[in-house]
């Protein structure tokens, strides 16, 4: 056995290695990281390194950053604290799962929200699926985001439970997510947030037709003055409006929309109110961006999961000019799909024991679903059924599925860390969140985006040169 001496001299000489690497690395981030960054992320098919060459040099860009969450999640695993956004492999890898990415038949491009296996903590990578490479990155900073709230609207962000929710690209290079209680706007070559809204955010964000604001998931806190029982124990949603430099414009309850409407029966007249802490729950707000026979440009399809509805909301009008409930189930993701379809998101389940907050499959072997209800002929179809089966598509509590300008479909089994890209008649790239070999990371939310989609935020992301992140 090492005597006290020698063990404190082997951990002088540890400390001093790790130092003297540290040093080295930081001189490499600071005059040799500049050129290779720029190098490295202009991403026009002409780089000078590789795939990998590229990871392993935005990393070292940003060694400070990756060196402080190193020692917090040394820390953190020191106190016996379980990593919240993993998840065991074991348990929720299935034999139908495949790793096809990237893939060089794909123009686009995946805005990608997730844990990252060497940041050990959320990150947002545009990745182009093409060939994989990193076009820009953005790191949500929970220090940074708490120095930004008061305390008296939302709760202080923990970093380990952090998650940047649906991440809507602007065309500056700029990211707006929401951490499901506020709102953050950041840029991609600074951890510090343009601005931070206290106020509480949750699930999709999305560009209002002006350009100039965005409509967010909130909740209401005046819904009902008349009724002092319901304002305390109802948890009523909202749709809340606002603009691109974090100011709050409108916040519209959703549960007086549906009185207004009178609907309220939908909401207030069904068994959800034996669980009031959460009876509509809103998690999808679509801007319609073009006029049709069944809606005009700026109305919004929304959907509110624990009534399985789905609606049309005009808020030039305040009127539900078209709403379903089911055949869809705890639903996610109502999209617009041309100027008379709709998708949706079924996640195909139903609430389980209460006291065990679960939600179940009617049938064991049952999969989520993709629905298409068409205006025209009032019906509802699977056009994906066989495709979704084949990869066994389970996502219970979550879920994103975009069908695609050119007929396919775009997929995040939230629940499990996967996306996938799938064709009209075949998948044609699968991804998964791996962290290490025992563990598969969250996802939050990611888009994908077309290659005219991603133009503009491209343009500006290869002109701002971001330097290593302070």
Request: hydrophobic residues 40%; aromatic residues 10%.
């Amino acid at each position: 056995m090492a005597s006290p001496s020698q063990l404190r001299a082997h951990g002088i000489g540890f400390w001093l290695w790790l130092t003297c690497a540290s040093l080295l690395l930081i001189f490499f981030s600071f005059f040799l990281g500049a050129w290779a960054v720029r190098h490295a992320t202009i991403g026009d098919g002409n780089s000078r390194f590789s795939e990998q060459q590229v990871e392993i040099i935005l990393y070292i860009a940003d060694f400070p950053w990756y060196a402080r969450n190193a020692i917090e999640e040394l820390w953190s695993q020191r106190k016996g604290e379980a990593a919240p956004q993993l998840m065991e492999r074991k348990v929720v890898e299935r034999p139908e799962w495949q790793r096809h990415f990237p893939a060089p038949e794909d123009s686009g491009y995946l805005l990608f929200s997730g844990i990252d296996p060497i940041a050990g903590k959320t990150v947002i990578k545009l990745i182009r699926v093409a060939d994989g490479t990193i076009m820009g990155r953005w790191f949500p900073d929970a220090d940074r985001i708490n120095d930004h709230i008061t305390g008296n609207n939302a709760p202080k962000v923990n970093w380990r439970h952090l998650r940047a929710q649906h991440p809507l690209l602007l065309d500056d290079g700029d990211i707006i997510y929401n951490t499901s209680f506020l709102l953050v706007r950041q840029k991609p070559c600074d951890t510090r947030p343009v601005w931070v809204l206290d106020e509480t955010m949750h699930h999709s964000n999305e560009m209002d037709v002006s350009g100039k604001a965005f409509w967010v998931g909130a909740v209401a806190r005046d819904s009902f003055p008349e009724n002092s029982w319901l304002r305390d124990k109802i948890r009523d949603d909202a749709l809340a409006l606002v603009s691109l430099d974090g100011k709050l414009l409108e916040k519209r309850s959703i549960l007086k929309i549906l009185k207004d409407n009178g609907l309220e029966a939908i909401a207030l007249g069904t068994s959800g109110l034996q669980t009031p802490t959460d009876p509509i729950h809103v998690n999808q707000i679509r801007v319609a961006r073009i006029d049709s026979r069944y809606w005009k440009r700026g109305d919004l399809l929304v959907s509110a999961r624990n009534i399985s509805t789905v609606f049309l909301y005009r808020p030039s009008t305040n009127k539900i000019i078209w709403y379903r409930i089911g055949p869809w189930l705890n639903q996610h993701s109502a999209n617009f799909i041309d100027d008379h379809r709709i998708s949706v998101f079924n996640n195909n389940v139903v609430s389980g024991p209460e006291e065990e907050g679960q939600k179940l499959f009617l049938n064991p072997q049952e999969t989520s679903q993709v629905q298409v209800y068409d205006f025209d002929t009032d019906k509802v179809s699977r056009p994906f059924q066989k495709l979704l089966a084949s990869v066994r598509l389970r996502s219970v509590t979550e879920g994103r599925a975009r069908v695609l300008p050119d007929g396919g479909l775009y997929i995040e089994e939230t629940n499990y860390g996967r996306h996938l890209r799938f064709t009209k008649d075949k998948l044609l790239w699968s991804r998964v969140n791996d962290y290490d070999e025992e563990h598969v990371g969250m996802v939050s939310w990611s888009r994908y985006l077309t290659a005219d989609e991603a133009r503009i935020p491209l343009q500006a992301l290869v002109s701002l040169q971001c330097k290593p992140q302070q």
